[in-house]
């Protein structure tokens, strides 16, 4: 498997566990989305993958290898939900310093490419810092499709992003091969149902559903209600 997370929990502080007993994988070829109301540790959980975050219990390993081994950075893509660019590149320049921390050379060519169709083409030599903040969430976003990495992860990158550039993506989201996978995560919903193979939601820490997109659909009709459901089933009860 590209990604395994066994048994992860977290905490902040000892009062308020963020993540309790998080086991999930993404498979070589899976597209998969990941949802859960504002505090309910998605990003958290992507912290700790990336290895941003010092894991506190269970395991991580992605391609087989621990996530702090540096085979396994290399093997990840991360696209934070911030956009924090460094002000002064150029969005080309981005795009270079981005591959050279991989030690791999960018495809001039598909860069062209992905600037033209996410409709950068004429703004790519532009300092960031007069990017607005969907321009440097598209930069972003080309960086990791130019990579190719392995397993690409993507934290609520897109909110912002014009809905030409979001058709883009699910196209290219489409074409992640056999030997890659994607973890998405989003509140856009119609995204999801789009490009992802599965859905896990996440309430109040832990894993509430795990399910193959084709059977949300069938069960629940769409994510939309599958996130109500979930969220409701994690309300605490009162008594009468």
């Given amino acids: 498997m590209l990604l395994d997370v066994s048994a992860v929990s977290f905490a902040y502080t000892r009062r308020a566990p963020a993540l309790r007993d998080v086991s999930l994988v993404v498979e070589r070829g899976e597209r998969v989305g990941l949802v859960g109301p504002n505090g309910s540790g998605k990003s958290t959980l992507i912290r700790l993958i990336a290895d941003l975050l010092q894991l506190?219990?269970?395991?991580?390993?992605?391609?087989?290898?621990?996530?702090?081994?540096?085979?396994?950075?290399?093997?990840?893509?991360?696209?934070?939900?911030?956009?924090?660019?460094?002000?002064?590149?150029?969005?080309?320049?981005?795009?270079?310093?981005?591959?050279?921390?991989?030690?791999?050379?960018?495809?001039?060519?598909?860069?062209?490419?992905?600037?033209?169709?996410?409709?950068?083409?004429?703004?790519?030599?532009?300092?960031?810092?007069?990017?607005?903040h969907g321009m440097r969430k598209k930069v972003q976003l080309i960086s990791s499709l130019l990579?190719?990495?392995?397993?690409?992860?993507?934290?609520?990158?897109?909110?912002?992003?014009?809905?030409?550039?979001?058709?883009?993506?699910e196209n290219d989201a489409r074409l992640i091969g056999s030997d890659r996978g994607l973890l998405l995560c989003s509140h856009d919903f119609r995204l999801l149902e789009a490009v992802c193979d599965r859905i896990i939601v996440l309430c109040r820490g832990a894993i509430a559903f795990d399910l193959p997109l084709r059977q949300v659909q069938n069960e629940f009709g769409s994510v939309d209600a599958?996130?109500?459901?979930?969220?409701?089933?994690?309300?605490?009860?009162?008594?009468?």
Avoid: W
Wanted: hydrophobic share 35%; charged share 30%.
């Fill in 56 to 132: 506190g219990s269970g395991s991580i390993r992605i391609a087989g290898r621990s996530h702090q081994e540096r085979a396994s950075r290399e093997s990840l893509a991360y696209v934070a939900s911030n956009d924090y660019l460094p002000q002064f590149l150029t969005g080309r320049e981005y795009v270079d310093l981005m591959h050279r921390l991989y030690r791999v050379r960018p495809d001039d060519v598909r860069l062209d490419d992905l600037f033209a169709r996410y409709q950068m083409e004429t703004r790519q030599f532009d300092l960031i810092e007069d990017y607005s």
């Fill in 147 to 169: 990579l190719e990495r392995p397993l690409t992860i993507i934290d609520e990158t897109l909110n912002g992003v014009d809905v030409d550039s979001l058709y883009e993506f």
């Fill in 226 to 240: 599958l996130v109500k459901q979930a969220i409701g089933a994690s309300r605490p009860r009162t008594s009468p």
